[in-house]
């Protein structure tokens, strides 16, 4: 993936040009005072791995009786 270095002025200046240049797979390194403070890359897709697994975990926690003691109310929970 290429990368672009632009200062915080600049891209603040240029943010919808920023934001098209990460649209077409350009990470933008943004710097303040000549230090990096920032990387805009292009977003990801959630890995199908990722989302299998989420579905698996909350159909385990879905069969599990919870454990312990709850002695309290959702009302006293949120005071």
């Known amino acids: 993936m290429k990368t672009v270095t632009v200062t915080a002025a600049e891209a603040n200046r240029q943010f ?3 934001l098209r240049e990460v649209a077409a797979g350009t990470a933008v390194l943004v710097t303040s005072r000549g230090k990096p403070v920032a990387t805009i890359a292009p977003a990801r897709e959630p890995a199908a791995g990722v989302s299998a697994a989420r579905r698996r975990l909350l159909e385990h926690l879905r069969g599990v009786r919870a454990a312990g003691k709850r ?3 959702r009302d006293e929970l949120y005071r």
Request: aromatic fraction near 16%.
């Open 16 to 18: 919808s040009a920023v």
């Open 71 to 73: 002695g309290w109310s």
